[in-house]
């Protein structure tokens, strides 16, 4: 059992409105002790739970020794985070997607952290969905034969009318880029995770709201370097058949030469196998604790594990950089109606 004085000190920079389910998620890990919070409103850092409060960063990194920095900001703040951090003593760094406000930038604070020896880990959390887990495993035992194609039908049910996204993340309305760079980019992530690296993309994007400046709705068709074809088809303004859409975010179908495998809106896993009409269930579907499967959990704790046992990390920052020029491919396959071949695609 780890005691207290073996428990790694946690500082969270940040309190807006997806912090709640980091803090949380810290708070329930019993090898970490969520020791600061800094925000530039204090008051909002008063309201979190950790033990000690502070209106700014360097305040926090001077006045306490943390073990690891959980950055939960907009990437704006994200390379300047990175910069103080990397000054101190720090066994890891987390850093919320998007990472950084550009891919420049988002190299030159992989740098920084590769220089001082600190991992720096992006918080990309869906790929740490219990269902998505699932789903790798499916692949690496061979259960359903070759894969050949996936799906995921994402319906998150939240961007109809003029009041859409009003009531939890409204700066939604205003970012010239949503449905990809915002939500789209867990799934680019996630398909890399399971498939590999992606060597072509083409898109169709579209925004149906004219309540919002970003895109709302588009398929994205991507080819991985092992002839695996993967299909993102996103619409926020349509749901899907579940009582609470923002668990999986949608629905999901894994095609192989001897099988095929559902994710449906309860986070279920069902498999078929090639010519039988019975599936039987490889994860049920439950009342998960926390976000989407408690997927902030996981991915914390797989940090906390890395730096008390030293297990491989996913997800550094080094590893993520396709995923932005990715982002960037998409954009721009939508805007010429063209397919873009990804360059040095096994590189990620």
Not at 13 to 24: D, I, K, P, R, V
Not at 259 to 268: W, Y
Not at 326 to 344: F, P, R, T
Request: charged residues 20%.
């Amino acid at each position: 059992m780890i005691t207290m004085s073996e428990k790694l000190t946690v500082g969270c920079l940040g309190t807006g409105y997806f912090a709640q389910y980091h803090y949380s998620a810290w708070n329930r890990n019993p090898a970490v002790v969520l020791k600061a919070s800094a925000d530039h409103d204090i008051e909002k850092a008063r309201a979190s739970q950790s033990e000690l409060h502070f209106s700014s960063l360097s305040a926090m990194l001077e006045s306490t020794r943390l073990d690891i920095l959980d950055i939960i900001t907009p990437p704006a703040s994200h390379y300047g985070a990175i910069e103080q951090a990397v000054e101190h003593s720090l066994k890891a760094i987390i850093c919320q997607k998007p990472f950084c406000r550009s891919k420049k930038e988002a190299v030159r604070a992989t740098d920084l952290a590769a220089a001082a020896n600190i991992p720096l880990v992006i918080h990309e959390n869906f790929r740490f969905q219990p269902w998505h887990r699932c789903l790798k495993h499916v692949l690496n035992v061979g259960l359903i034969g070759n894969p050949l194609q996936f799906m995921f039908r994402l319906r998150t049910g939240d961007g109809q009318g003029a009041n859409a996204y009003l009531d939890r993340q409204p700066y939604f309305r205003k970012m010239p880029r949503l449905l990809i760079h915002e939500t789209g980019v867990h799934y680019i992530d996630t398909f890399r995770y399971l498939f590999g690296p992606i060597k072509s993309v083409y898109a169709d994007l579209r925004t149906l709201n004219p309540a919002i400046m970003g895109e709302d709705a588009g398929q994205i068709l991507f080819e991985h370097d092992n002839g695996i074809r993967s299909l993102f088809d996103g619409n926020r303004l349509l749901d899907h058949a579940t009582k609470d859409p923002r668990l999986t975010f949608g629905e999901g179908l894994l095609e192989g030469t001897q099988g095929v495998v559902t994710l449906d809106g309860t986070g279920r896993v069902k498999c078929r196998r090639f010519g039988k009409t019975v599936q039987s269930t490889l994860l049920e579907g439950q009342n998960w604790t926390g976000f989407a499967g408690d997927c902030v959990y996981a991915l914390q704790d797989h940090v906390v594990s890395a730096v008390l046992y030293g297990t491989k990390l996913e997800n550094t920052a080094a590893e993520y950089l396709p995923v932005l020029d990715l982002v960037d491919s998409i954009y721009q396959s939508a805007a010429s109606g063209k397919k873009i071949e990804i360059a040095n695609a096994s590189d990620g």
